[in-house]
């Protein structure tokens, strides 16, 4: 155990008014465990679904362990700067260029690192990209909002489903192939995983029901092929200017060619998660991965 703590009075944020409330819920609840076990002093704070919360007086740092709007756009680490708390993660800015795919896609694109030929849609604009085709709601994670669509009578329905949750979709050319995915804790690149899912469609439900998919190491890709995809995430996590901790999920195709999809900056950190599934495999465990995460604040 770290016996010379930068903090001892910890406040683990978590739930907020996203539609991935109940995921930062478990989140935030193994975080604090985590923390706990490593003997810091926890207080759990969950924030309304009207964005109201109230860090304790005393509390020296903040764990933000909230997904999707408000926790990793960047408005949470914003309002907490104002009270003057550290947090973990990214800044404000940096959460917000990673959680705003009209904003990211354009800066990997910029920055040389591989990623699918997409679009910007908004309501009444046509589609460019031939099918097939993924479209998903530029701000917005746990896939929720995101169709696959083979076929042109698909099309409406699920570009009108990603428009329902954001004025602008993202649409790029669906990569066939294997997902995998690089987690990335301060400047230490955790091993490369592939994600095992019904139909190879790593949805809200596969990402977040016990037993429906598994996360391996992959024996089989080429080794310069990993560090080819462990060296973009990084570079994808620079790029966007994030700090803390970051998941990059990237699709590998057939032939060996791979596109990085996007960074999480906030990562899921329950027992089904990826992020912790990775640290495991590099030896730490998952008390050591919050401290260390922590640490870096």
Not at 4 to 20: D, I, M, R
Not at 160 to 187: C, K, Q
Not at 189 to 210: M, N, Q, R, S
Not at 270 to 278: F, R
Request: proline share 7%; net charge negative.
């Amino acid at each position: 155990m770290n016996s010379k703590k930068k903090f001892k009075k910890v406040a683990v944020l978590k739930g907020g008014p996203s539609s991935e409330r109940e995921v930062s819920l478990r989140s935030g609840a193994a975080v604090a465990k985590g923390l706990r076990e490593r003997g810091y002093e926890v207080a759990e704070v969950v924030v309304g679904e009207d964005c109201s919360f109230e860090v304790p007086a005393g509390t020296e740092a903040a764990f933000v362990a909230m997904h999707g709007r408000f926790g990793e756009d960047g408005t949470i680490q914003a309002l907490l700067r104002k009270q003057g708390i550290p947090h973990t993660g990214s800044s404000p800015e940096a959460s917000a260029r990673a959680f705003d795919k009209h904003q990211s896609k354009p800066v990997m694109a910029g920055a040389g690192i591989p990623t699918p030929p997409f679009e910007f849609l908004r309501k009444g604009q046509q589609r460019t990209l031939p099918l097939p085709a993924v479209v998903k709601p530029v701000r917005q994670g746990s896939s929720v909002g995101v169709s696959r669509v083979f076929r042109e009578e698909d099309w409406p329905a699920a570009l009108e489903a990603a428009l329902g949750y954001d004025e602008i979709a993202l649409v790029e050319e669906y990569i066939p192939g294997r997902e995998l995915t690089v987690g990335v804790v301060g400047d230490t690149v955790l091993p490369l995983l592939e994600i095992v899912a019904p139909d190879g469609f790593f949805d809200y439900h596969a990402k977040y029901t016990d037993g429906v998919s598994q996360h391996v190491l992959p024996r089989d890709i080429p080794e310069e092929t990993v560090q080819a995809c462990q060296a973009a995430a990084l570079a994808t996590f620079r790029a966007l200017g994030c700090s803390g901790m970051g998941r990059v999920d990237i699709r590998l195709r057939p032939d060996g060619k791979f596109f990085v999809l996007e960074l999480n900056n906030i990562p899921g950190m329950t027992e089904l998660s990826l992020l912790p599934d990775a640290a495991k495999r590099m030896g730490w465990s998952f008390p050591e991965l919050c401290e260390r995460i922590l640490d870096m604040v």
